[in-house]
């Protein structure tokens, strides 16, 4: 049974099952009765020593989910590794946060930083104004990431995230990828914003 949890920046805690609880209600939100979220936290502990690291915990919790094999569960697996990615890409970077969106970085922030890193291109970046990136960010849901299935956000950040892969940082979200890909194809065209 867990007693202590290590957490991201290497501090240490008590082990608390109240806080386990909420985020495995929080991660069966929309979910129903087609999952049992409590079975998945009871799991996920017995799986673990007295000792682990909140990544281990919650990577534990997926498993769980991932071992069930059915749509729901992949559906709650989706959201914990979702939570999981945001935290690995803008935890402890020097971006502009988006005011609505409160842990996200505002589009141009996030640009600047892949361009400051080399993962994209400037001439790619500088062709949009700070109004059209203002208007395209604008145009951004992050809440579509807690919808998706495990496999769905492992293949995309997988296959077409910004990231460095020698050390594996990421560096973006799936509406991140989603909004980069859709810039890329309309940069050259006039009147490449339009709205439905």
């Given at each position: 049974m867990i007693n202590t949890i290590i957490k991201r920046d290497g501090t240490q805690e008590n082990f608390d099952a109240d806080k386990l609880n909420k985020w495995g209600e929080w991660a069966s939100t929309s979910l129903g009765k087609n999952v049992a979220w409590g079975d998945v936290v009871l799991n996920a502990v017995s799986v673990l020593g007295e000792k682990a690291t909140s990544i281990e915990l919650q990577n534990a919790l997926i498993d769980?989910?991932?071992?069930k094999r059915t749509w729901s569960y992949n559906r709650m697996a989706g959201r914990?590794?979702?939570?999981?990615l945001y935290k690995r890409a803008f935890s402890d970077r020097p971006l502009v946060m988006d005011s609505k969106w409160g842990n996200v970085p505002l589009l141009k922030s996030l640009h600047t930083l892949l361009v400051t890193k080399n993962l994209m291109?400037?001439?790619f970046y500088n062709d949009f104004s700070d109004e059209e990136y203002a208007e395209?960010?604008?145009e951004l849901n992050h809440d579509l990431d807690l919808t998706y299935p495990h496999y769905q956000i492992k293949q995309?950040?997988?296959?077409?995230?910004?990231k460095d892969r020698t050390s594996d940082e990421v560096?973006?979200?799936?509406?991140?990828?989603?909004m980069r890909v859709a810039m890329r194809m309309a940069q050259n065209k006039p009147d490449r914003i339009k709205h439905a």
């Open positions: 769980t989910c991932l071992n914990l590794e979702t939570s999981m291109s400037s001439d395209l960010g604008r995309i950040t997988n296959k077409y995230s910004l560096y973006e979200t799936p509406q991140f990828i989603y």
